[in-house]
């Protein structure tokens, strides 16, 4: 890795080393010690279904502690848990020592579903996550064309489809501000694009160009394109867009890896890799400049890539810092936007259920031949119709081909589960990979689309897991804030960051604060068959760690809401210390 390629804006410094090489230690001595920490080891039992920790869990009258105060490392891997006296007996004359001064130290972060390329991107974009209004955003864009050639493309992303459904924008107000530049404006969570009547242009979009199964491109008054474009439809703009070098999309790689790196973050699963982002991303591993590992989930929607990857089978090691074992698919939409596909009616659209499958562009012969190649599948399934017909599809595969039920697969956000599909996920061996801000931004709207029966079995973190089934936590960004502060409040609290609602949006979803850490560490090693090599602090294990300055055992019991203070105090990958505040 280049010296200087990271900097946070905040006057904090990543730590610029070769993160593919391990250091040479005097014999015997360790590389790094950490000491004077709250460490949480996560080696002890799994907790109950019902998140009562177990018996030998580091907890005295209901009330946490850490299990050690020390961690020593050589080599890329934890040689000792245990007492500073212990630790520091490891020391030898190149020994780098950390005095954390009562930081807590956990296993190192995962966020198991994460588009960070996109949040590289973001970041050099127009940010519109807290606009609410039209106008706000259009003004937003139009201070920014003031410093962009014309003729030069606008990008934008982060304007809430679910919040906005009721009122969604046209290109009038954006094409009258910007009559000279082509504007992309993705949503919040990717399912609605937003454009001005340049980009339309540009792109030749016109009423009579052909809409995608799936998608809805609104007309206006005048018949012509209204500027939005919902769903599968979001694909014509994005495939008006003129492509970007190899360069940019490896330039946003490591601005998007950066910031995770930051925030605490030692691994990321990218969710839906195409051939470019796939290139550069090997092109960052070739040059030893990837900072933290990335778990590659290739994209069913790129059929050459996975012809590619089917013929040569997935990836078998765990140690590179660039693993591709896994495929991203699409079944349905999003429920903002009215796309999930549900078994009845939307209470707020009667006579509409959404779209799936096919419809939807699931290409079901690539994803059997993927999986019988070997591939873990994490499939997109959001309304508990969709939710179902993946069930369904995994069933029938794996019933079909036994082999094929080893792969761990997955249904990423499982957000609308009908309870009598709720075990299915334990039967089947299928891994929940869910989002807890999800259910804390969705909830000003979430009951209009569902009713109050429906939404029972909608972000039912606790319902799954007494049902049995295996989670891993993410946020899905950069669609949701992925602070690991902002997941856990949300999943032990079912509350936003504004405190709301008052004890918590359906408070019987609510998770244990080890269930919501494990979800985040553990369980996501688990879903990267890592289970071995990582997730909890111990001898042997990889030495990726996460410091903070918070313990959110102690808060969780105590002040939950303090936990949203918290801060990232260092980030750990295979040794070395890759971003220290």
């Given at each position: ?55 030998d ?39 780098r ?26 970041l ?34 982060g ?20 009559p ?11 399912f ?13 979009i016109t ?61 990321v ?23 933290i590992?990335v778990?590659?989930l290739?994209?069913l ?56 499958g ?17 591939f873990?599948?994490?499939i997109?399934?959001?309304?508990d ?7 369904d ?91 690991i ?6 999943a ?13 949006w ?33 001898k ?41 505040r």
């Open positions: 890795m280049k010296a200087g390629l990271f900097a946070s804006v905040l006057g904090v410094v990543l730590i610029s080393v070769s993160y593919q090489a391990t250091a040479k230690a005097a014999p015997g001595g360790a590389d790094l010690i950490l000491t004077d920490a709250h460490v949480y080891t996560l080696r002890w039992g799994e907790p109950s279904l019902d998140g009562m920790p177990a018996p869990a580091p907890t005295t009258n209901g009330k946490w502690h850490p299990d050690a105060a020390a961690v020593a490392i050589r080599g890329g891997k934890i040689i000792y848990v245990g007492s500073d006296q212990g630790a520091l007996a490891l020391r030898g004359k190149r020994t020592v950390i005095d954390l001064n009562g930081a807590t130290v956990i296993p190192g972060l995962v966020d198991s579903h994460t588009h960070f390329i996109e949040l590289g991107a973001k050099e974009s127009v940010d519109l996550t807290d606009v609410a209004t039209e106008a706000q955003a259009v003004a937003k864009v139009a201070e920014r064309a003031r410093s962009v050639p014309k003729g030069e493309w606008i990008f934008g992303a304007w809430d489809e679910g919040a906005w459904a009721n009122r969604y924008p046209d290109k009038q107000q954006l094409s009258a501000a910007l000279d530049h082509p504007v992309v404006l993705r949503s919040l969570h990717g609605a694009i937003w454009t001005n009547q340049a980009a339309l242009d540009a792109g030749k009423k009579a160009s052909p809409v995608p199964v799936g998608g809805e491109m609104r007309l206006g008054p005048d018949g012509e394109p209204s500027g939005l474009f919902l769903n599968r439809a979001a694909t014509m703009v994005e495939a008006a867009v003129p492509p970007e070098p190899q360069a940019i999309v490896a330039r946003h790689a490591l601005k998007g890896l950066g910031q995770m790196a930051t925030d605490g973050y030692v691994a699963h990218e969710a839906g890799v195409g051939a470019q982002a796939m290139a550069a991303l090997q092109q960052l591993e070739d040059q030893n400049r990837l900072p590992r778990y590659a290739l994209s929607r790129d059929p050459p890539l996975m012809r590619q990857w089917i013929a040569r089978g997935p990836d078998r090691d765990s140690d590179s810092m660039l693993v591709t074992r896994a495929v991203k698919a699409y079944y349905d939409g999003a429920l903002g936007s009215r796309g999930a596909r549900l078994l009845d009616d939307y209470a707020d659209k009667p006579g509409h259920r959404g779209i799936s096919s419809g939807y562009g699931f290409d079901r012969d690539l994803a059997k031949a993927a999986m019988k190649a070997g873990q599948l994490g997109h399934a959001i309304g119709a969709g939710n179902r017909e993946v069930l599809f995994l069933e029938a595969e794996c019933k079909a081909d036994p082999n094929t039920a080893q792969g761990r697969h997955r249904i990423e956000h499982a957000q609308v589960i009908s309870p009598e599909d709720q075990p299915r996920f334990a039967r089947l061996g299928v891994i929940a990979s869910m989002e807890p801000p999800h259910a804390v931004e969705d909830k000003s709207w979430a009951e209009d689309r569902l009713g109050p029966q429906r939404i029972l079995g909608a972000y039912a973190w606790r319902s799954l897991r007494t049902g049995g089934a295996r989670l891993t936590f993410n946020a899905d960004n950069p669609g949701s804030d992925h602070s502060f902002y997941g856990l409040h949300a032990i609290t079912r509350q936003d960051k504004q405190l709301q609602p008052p004890g918590g359906y408070p019987a979803e609510r998770l244990t604060v080890e269930e919501a850490i494990r979800g985040y560490t553990s369980w996501s090693a688990y879903a990267a068959f890592r289970e071995d090599q990582t997730g909890i602090i111990a042997g294990r990889w030495a990726d760690l996460t410091v903070m300055d918070i313990d959110p055992f102690a808060l969780a019991a105590t002040a939950p809401e303090k936990i949203l203070a918290g801060r990232i105090r260092a980030t750990i990958v295979s040794g070395k210390v890759v971003y220290q």
